[in-house]
């Protein structure tokens, strides 16, 4: 059963600022909720599903958690964010990241500055978390990693990865000076002659403007991606993220 | 001014079944509009957009079009799909490809098998147009590529790429067969060890099942990009696509 508060509360959450006053953020869909019930570290608040999920992933649920609502279909489609409602939603707490000690040691962290898309954001955490980035350091104007498009398209990536929210400034003072900072631009070294130092921070821009120029005078070394058809204009944003971060694994192996 | 009629049409053009009667599709936001106008071969058949932004490109405009419609932002927004209209809206002939023989003498073609995101179909569709795709070719169950999300987020390369719509089978016939055929899974060869051969038809999966079976049978090598994370299941189709494209250009180099 599905109360008048409950609809009222997981609707709020679609904002950012009831995310934050209630400390918790959506999950959506069979699969990825069946991932973040494997995680041990993700602390899910509630799960709202219905009675053919529960039975099917009964065992995995009741290890997981008690508070468990069985609802319709219909009561489903309350609720959902989605065009076509799956058979379950989570509200899962929002635990931040394992502090700033893994951020210190990390080898290959990426900065985020001011992506504003959640699809882009969201494709961008999934390719973090295939290639192995060990920080994910985002801009504090960039889109809210806890927004539902985000948490759909990052397709459970968003549980296993560990992701800051600081200015390139606070970052750089974090981190000590044998850091070598890699922008990404569409005037810069040609990606094939690039050779990565580590520890890295690779830094991609804007979708509309780049990086800012702010963050621009900072970066030690500037990539492109070679264009092959003068006549396109960019790559999207989370497109030439992926292809950096193959490039440095690709390199290192 | 807006007519009841100027409303309905193009509503109605959000439906697959709409685009195909009236051979249209809808192109919105001011910068792919720019683009639309600047390319001899986009035939534009229609233009609503504000007054401000007929100014500000009277030139280009009254060069290509003579239907030009100078609406309000208020009638703008009643016709427009994105959440906050722009200056602009245009509706573009459906003009199809270059005919087979373009087909025929391509170098690099790649086959979508069921891409249903019309985000993903975008920006592939984008990607292609960067690395110099010669042709893409898209599978009869594909999304729409006018579709007015695919439209969107491929930012004027929808008018740069030669598109198809056959099935795998029909390719094949209309292809010699010294064309190899590259299919990307997830249990592979790894990419750093592929090299390319030319013709080259690299072939995409469906964003939940990857490539069927049938075709599966088919592809003469299967491309794995590595995953540095066991965790992860799989990357976005569209950032695998690119990484493909990428790696094929960049071992030609």
Same mark, same amino acid.
């Given at each position: 059963?599905?109360?008048?508060? @409950?609809?009222?509360?997981?609707?709020?959450?679609?904002?950012?600022?009831?995310?934050?006053?209630?400390?918790?953020?959506?999950?959506?869909?069979?699969?990825?909720?069946?991932?973040?019930?494997?995680?041990?570290?993700?602390?899910?608040?509630?799960?709202?599903?219905?009675?053919?999920?529960?039975?099917?992933?009964?065992?995995?649920?009741?290890?997981?958690?008690?508070?468990?609502?069985?609802?319709?279909?219909?009561?489903?489609?309350?609720?959902?964010?989605?065009?076509?409602?799956?058979?379950?939603?989570?509200?899962?707490?929002?635990?931040?990241?394992?502090?700033?000690?893994?951020?210190?040691?990390?080898?290959?962290?990426?900065?985020? @500055?001011?992506?504003?898309?959640?699809?882009?954001?969201?494709?961008?955490?999934?390719?973090?978390?295939?290639?192995?980035?060990?920080?994910?350091?985002?801009? &504090?104007?960039?889109?809210?990693?806890?927004?539902?498009?985000?948490?759909?398209?990052?397709?459970?990536?968003?549980?296993?990865?560990?992701?800051?929210?600081?200015?390139?400034?606070?970052?750089?003072?974090?981190?000590?000076?044998?850091?070598?900072?890699?922008?990404?631009?569409?005037?810069?070294?040609?990606?094939?002659?690039?050779?990565?130092?580590? &520890?890295?921070?690779?830094?991609?821009?804007?979708?509309?403007?780049?990086?800012?120029?702010?963050?621009?005078?900072?970066?030690?070394?500037?990539?492109?991606?070679?264009?092959?058809?003068?006549?396109?204009?960019?790559?999207?944003?989370?497109?030439?993220?992926?292809?950096?971060?193959?490039?440095?694994?690709?390199?290192?192996?």
């Amino acid at each position: 059963m599905l109360n008048k508060n @409950d609809i009222k509360l997981i609707r709020s959450l679609r904002l950012k600022k009831y995310r934050q006053k209630y400390n918790k953020f959506i999950v959506e869909g069979e699969k990825i909720i069946i991932e973040a019930l494997k995680i041990e570290s993700t602390n899910i608040d509630s799960l709202y599903c219905t009675n053919e999920f529960y039975q099917e992933n009964r065992a995995l649920v009741n290890k997981k958690l008690s508070n468990v609502n069985i609802i319709t279909d219909k009561e489903l489609k309350q609720i959902s964010n989605l065009k076509t409602a799956n058979s379950a939603l989570a509200l899962v707490k929002i635990m931040g990241n394992t502090g700033t000690d893994n951020l210190k040691d990390a080898e290959l962290i990426l900065y985020l @500055d001011d992506i504003m898309d959640p699809g882009n954001m969201g494709t961008i955490i999934r390719s973090c978390d295939w290639f192995g980035v060990d920080a994910l350091v985002v801009s &504090p104007n960039s889109v809210d990693i806890f927004n539902p498009k985000v948490i759909q398209s990052s397709m459970g990536s968003i549980f296993r990865l560990d992701i800051f929210r600081y200015d390139f400034g606070q970052l750089q003072k974090l981190l000590n000076d044998k850091v070598t900072y890699y922008g990404t631009k569409l005037e810069g070294e040609n990606i094939q002659n690039i050779t990565y130092d580590f &520890p890295a921070v690779i830094v991609i821009g804007n979708e509309s403007h780049g990086i800012s120029a702010e963050i621009s005078s900072k970066t030690g070394y500037n990539i492109t991606i070679p264009n092959y058809n003068k006549s396109t204009e960019s790559l999207n944003a989370a497109i030439a993220t992926s292809i950096v971060l193959y490039d440095v694994k690709n390199k290192l192996d």
